[in-house]
RNA sequence: GCCCCCAUCGUCUAGUGGCCUAGGACAUCACCCUUUCAAGGUGGAGAUCGCGGGUUCGAAUCCCGCUGGGGGUACCA
């Protein structure tokens, strides 16, 4: 295939928050068009006025750049095929339903959406399958151009052909073929004079040079339609390429009541957008060598259509936060501070958070979860409520004020000391008071970091400072109860 | 109901006729490291390769049937 010709293209419809769905073929399509110097489209397909939600355009666009997805054409950046949005579009879709009337391969319909209804509900109760009864093809010609005439309102459906059957090819799946006794006329052209996407797609995808089109499998039924009117046009078809829909624990495609499905929570939970793609790319495709963990660079010069993986994959989030946790660690702290800033609730100090990361990074396992990581630093453990009774079993809250307040003059003399320094003299004491040294320490991390479960205790006292520490150290151990 | 797609550990997958008494990762468990948590290391448990028939000297791998799951079935995309 020569390569300079590749063009895919993502059509999402902007009828809310953009999907991780919709991520998901944006990073196969643009992955696919890039590894062959090709084009990457973004089409708005709102050929849907009931749907239609003004910002989901402008939140698309926000996703897809903050994925490192944004399209090489499109609403935003143009390109020599504008417009990219559907409802701009409208005469070329008459236009070409006009055409196929006139080539008979489409015809007007006058039925109501009512009697539509009547005959699909009649049709389910007899368990047949629900197909038009092509009802307004057998209408005389003069009825038909006499009610045209007269302004009726009325939809443009597609001729099926009567026999034989509709083949196409799938790079992933392989031929697959529909009878046309199983298909409809659908409707091409809507009674408001919009599309469907039975026409719109064909249309702009030929109109729009989309030599792959890759997208998920929601759509494989779809495929006949379209192939339909190529032929009708006697285009040549695109390749078609269909990636498996992302599931729900329960198997059922993702959804918003089972899933968080919106890509805005992903990015609002602090997940990097590399470790997204990564994983994403996991779902869908795996890599030759057996690597989980990859860039998008790697990827993209990877990829060939023939390791995408045919079965759904259950989205996973547990894995998805483990390998964020694994692009957190890899951060530079330079760079883990300014991703951070758009995350933090309350302003901190560049050098003291510069100070406080290489302790909690490894701790992350999103960017959101920073602010709670930070309290113990930031923030004054209240006294009263300290975990001390949770923390250390074996001894009681007056055994542990009688330890601390043993330790406190022994360590305050020492005034910053060295981390050896610091360890011998907590052991040592603990060996005195016929602790388990583990206990003292514990006791000193629950009093000044307020929490049982906390960074280095030594590394994190150097951080907030060790007169901050004694203060602490004193105040909890005086709110604890004395023998 | 009808049509299409899919089918390997709980989950994501490797595997394209013999290298498979099925490999890796997440999750899980144990141990190690260790002053806690995390990270890291080691090890364990976990899949009669959905079932049944073929083809073959030999099948997770090829064929057929069944079952299961998913998707579609709109004047939605």
């Not at 992933?172 to 009674?191: N, P, Y």
């Not at 583990?438 to 907030?464: E, H, K, Q, W």
Request: hydrophobic share 40%; glycine share 6%; charged share 25%.
């Amino acid at each position: 295939m020569s390569g300079g010709d590749v063009r895919t293209r993502i059509a999402p419809s902007p009828t809310g928050d953009p999907h991780m769905g919709t991520l998901y073929a944006a990073l196969f399509c643009k992955a696919f068009a890039e590894k062959h110097s090709g084009t990457f489209v973004l089409r708005i397909e709102d050929t849907d006025r009931t749907r239609y939600v003004p910002e989901a355009v402008e939140a698309l666009h926000d996703a897809l750049h903050w994925a490192h997805l944004d399209p090489d054409e499109g609403p935003l950046a143009g390109g020599p095929y504008e417009p990219y949005t559907q409802s701009e579009r409208l005469p070329t879709y008459h236009e070409r339903a006009q055409r196929l009337v006139a080539t008979g391969h489409a015809y007007p319909c006058f039925c109501t959406p009512e009697r539509l209804a009547r005959l699909r509900a009649e049709q389910e109760a007899r368990k047949e399958p629900t197909r038009y009864d092509r009802h307004c093809l057998y209408l005389p010609q003069e009825e038909v151009q006499q009610r045209l005439r007269a302004g009726e309102p009325h939809t443009i459906r597609l001729r099926v052909p009567d026999h034989g059957p509709v083949t196409f090819h799938d790079v992933i799946r392989g031929t697959i073929s529909f009878e046309t006794s199983v298909l409809t006329d659908h409707i091409l052209l809507k009674s408001d004079g919009y599309p469907t996407s039975h026409l719109a797609i064909p249309v702009d995808d030929y109109s729009m040079r989309i030599s792959h089109v890759i997208r998920a499998e929601e759509w494989l039924s779809s495929v006949p339609y379209y192939v339909l009117i190529y032929r009708a046009f006697a285009w040549a078809e695109p390749v078609f390429a269909h990636l498996s829909v992302l599931r729900n624990a329960d198997r059922s495609k993702m959804s918003k009541r089972k899933n968080n499905t919106s890509v805005r929570w992903y990015r609002e939970h602090g997940f990097l957008p590399e470790a997204v793609l990564n994983f994403l790319a996991l779902l869908g495709w795996s890599h030759p060598e057996g690597e989980e963990i990859f860039s998008y660079e790697e990827f993209r010069d990877l990829l060939t259509l023939e390791r995408i993986v045919k079965s759904g994959p259950i989205f996973d989030l547990k894995k998805l936060e483990w390998m964020n946790g694994v692009y957190i660690r890899r951060l530079a702290i330079g760079e883990l501070a300014e991703r951070l800033q758009p995350f933090l609730s309350q302003p901190v100090e560049p050098e003291m958070l510069e100070r406080i990361l290489p302790l909690v990074q490894e701790r992350l396992k999103t960017l959101g979860e920073i602010n709670d990581a930070l309290i113990p630093f930031l923030q004054e453990p209240d006294p009263a409520c300290l975990p001390f009774a949770q923390a250390i079993k074996r001894l009681t809250l007056q055994d542990i004020r009688h330890g601390l307040e043993l330790l406190y003059p022994q360590l305050t003399a020492l005034g910053a000391p060295d981390a050896s320094t610091f360890e011998g003299t907590v052991r040592s004491l603990a060996a005195e008071l016929g602790w388990k040294a583990g206990d003292l320490f514990m006791s000193v991390r629950v009093a000044v970091t307020g929490t049982s479960a906390s960074p280095p205790l030594y590394d994190f006292c150097n951080v907030i400072g060790w007169s901050r520490a004694f203060q602490r150290l004193r105040s909890a151990l005086e709110a604890l109860p004395a023998r």
